[in-house]
């Protein structure tokens, strides 16, 4: 990626300080989404290692990472497998416990979405501490599934999730970087 593209990827996304809570910096990814120029980039960028390996299934995390993750599944011609919070899809699914920053929430997959052995790309917007999308490999990984790699838009890497990733064996793609939480 150019320095100018990622300048430019990085100035799409719009921050919001004090959302949801007082001391949050959001980072809002609806500007670089509504953007027909950066949405294309942002896609083709997070792939672009991927261009021309065989991918069974992408993975979206909900709510943003459905929206990612269709784009890049339609870009490398496969299927996309939904991972909702507990209680969202109608199937018997598989479940796995995942830690936010305070507590725990459950996420769940179609336990027939993807076969054993499946090349599999994780996908969401955003990785802060990184506990959301290790709950993610957790679940793909007892499925069966080979998790190829992870892409996020932005990475908070003050907050240790691409690392905790990358410790986990998982190659982390990420676009920018923004410090802080
Ligand atoms: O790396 P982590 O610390 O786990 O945080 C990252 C997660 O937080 C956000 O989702 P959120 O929980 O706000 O859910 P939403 O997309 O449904 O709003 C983001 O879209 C990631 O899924
Ligand atoms: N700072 C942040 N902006 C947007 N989504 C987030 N999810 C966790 N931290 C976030």
Same mark, same amino acid.
């Given at each position: ?6 300048? &430019? ?46 991918? &069974? ?42 830690? !936010?920053?305070?507590?725990? &929430? ?17 996908? &969401? ?14 679940? !793909? ?33 990420? !676009? ?6």
């Amino acid at each position: 990626m150019t320095p100018e593209l990622a300048h &430019d990827l990085k100035a799409s996304v719009r921050t919001i300080p004090d959302y949801p809570k007082p001391g949050i910096m959001f980072r809002d990814i609806t500007t670089l989404l509504g953007d027909p120029r950066a949405f294309r980039r942002a896609v083709d960028e997070l792939v672009h290692p991927w261009a021309g390996s065989k991918i &069974d299934k992408v993975a979206g995390i909900e709510a943003r990472g459905f929206i990612i993750g269709g784009a890049i599944a339609h870009q490398v011609s496969s299927g996309f497998v939904p991972i909702r919070k507990k209680g969202k899809l109608p199937h018997a699914c598989v479940s796995m416990s995942y830690a !936010l920053e305070y507590g725990t &929430d459950i996420i769940e997959m179609h336990v027939d979405a993807i076969a054993p052995g499946e090349r599999v790309i994780l996908v &969401d917007d955003l990785i802060a501490t990184g506990g959301t999308a290790e709950g993610a490999i957790k679940l !793909l990984r007892q499925t069966g599934a080979e998790v190829v790699a992870a892409c996020f838009i932005i990475d908070l890497p003050d907050l240790g999730g691409a690392a905790k990733l990358r410790g986990m064996g998982v190659p982390v793609r990420t !676009l920018m970087e923004f410090g802080g939480h």
